[in-house]
């Protein structure tokens, strides 16, 4: 076959059309037309709304699941917030309520220690105030540790009181500290008066109530006794003052086979919660002292017989 009767065209899978430089010109002036129109005249507003429309649904599904991630990254940041303000909360308030129960505490300490300033104004001997520091470590006696002692002027036997009466005495020494035996122990005794009767009587500590009372001992049964009256100090002893509170009548028992009555008493000091009190200068200390006796004897006289 001759040379010149060959086809040289290209076939037509390999037919390129338009250069490339035709495409970029026609390309280019048309993105700037449309460009022109739109700002113009608005000619792909529709279009835009129609092809959003079309694509809203692909959209949503294709966000879904960014949305779940986010949503349960939200939940689980969400329930440790909430846990930790729960827990901030329960923090808050417990600290609250121990700011609520200590100025409680402390109104009802002031309330105390200005009726034991008031009271020290009605005692004409010296008084030293004091603290309780804590219970006796016998089970068997009631007796509270003081934190006053001889440096402080503490004498034995001194009486202790309360913003409420009578709490004790003072039955053991030592330099700083002091030991004092409650009124409610039953191997203590105080003489006490019926306010409302003035009769004198003896008020022993009663173990038989827990050891939390006191009992009115060789009282008959027809005596003038009342439950609700109340005792006092007597100021026989020569150690309390006379005039202090001591105890309540809460019950009586008469019984025909005795003669004598069963009579329990309520004290008036807060034997179980005392916390500060005032040791009392024993009265004996203002007692004058006996006479001397010692004086020289008048010799007697005797008439000469007759």
């Not at 959003?52 to 990254?73: E, F, G, I, M, R």
């Not at 001591?246 to 005392?274: D, H, M």
Request: hydrophobic share 45%; with cysteine; aromatic share 6%.
């Amino acid at each position: 076959m001759a040379l010149g009767t060959l086809d040289r065209s290209p076939p037509p899978i390999f037919k390129q059309g338009p250069s490339a430089l035709s495409k970029l010109m026609f390309f280019s002036a048309l993105a700037l037309f449309l460009m022109v129109a739109d700002t113009r005249f608005r000619i792909t507003q529709p279009v835009r709304a129609a092809l959003a429309t079309a694509l809203y649904p692909v959209q949503w599904l294709a966000l879904q699941p960014v949305h779940a991630v986010t949503n349960v990254s939200e939940y689980f940041t969400s329930l440790n917030q909430a846990q930790a303000s729960n827990e901030e909360a329960h923090k808050k308030l417990a600290l609250q309520s121990l700011r609520a129960s200590q100025v409680e505490l402390l109104t009802q300490e002031n309330n105390r220690l200005r009726k034991l300033l008031a009271l020290r104004e009605q005692f004409t001997t010296s008084v030293v105030a004091a603290e309780v520091l804590y219970d006796a470590a016998d089970p068997y006696t009631r007796k509270v540790i003081i934190d006053k002692g001889l440096a402080q002027g503490v004498a034995l036997g001194s009486p202790v009181v309360d913003e409420s009466g009578v709490l004790g005495q003072v039955t053991r020494v030592h330099p700083l500290v002091s030991e004092v035996t409650l009124i409610i122990d039953r191997d203590l005794a105080i003489p006490v008066l019926n306010v409302r009767t003035g009769a004198r009587s003896v008020a022993y500590g009663d173990a038989s109530t827990a050891g939390s009372g006191l009992e009115l001992r060789f009282m008959g049964s027809n005596s003038d006794i009342q439950q609700g009256d109340l005792l006092t100090t007597s100021g026989v002893d020569g150690v309390y003052p006379p005039g202090l509170p001591v105890a309540k009548i809460s019950r009586i028992e008469r019984r025909a086979e005795s003669a004598f009555a069963k009579i329990y008493c309520t004290p008036q000091a807060l034997v179980s919660g005392a916390r500060h009190v005032m040791v009392v200068k024993p009265v004996s200390g203002q007692i004058p002292p006996q006479p001397d006796n010692a004086a020289p004897e008048v010799p007697v006289r005797k008439r000469a017989a007759k």
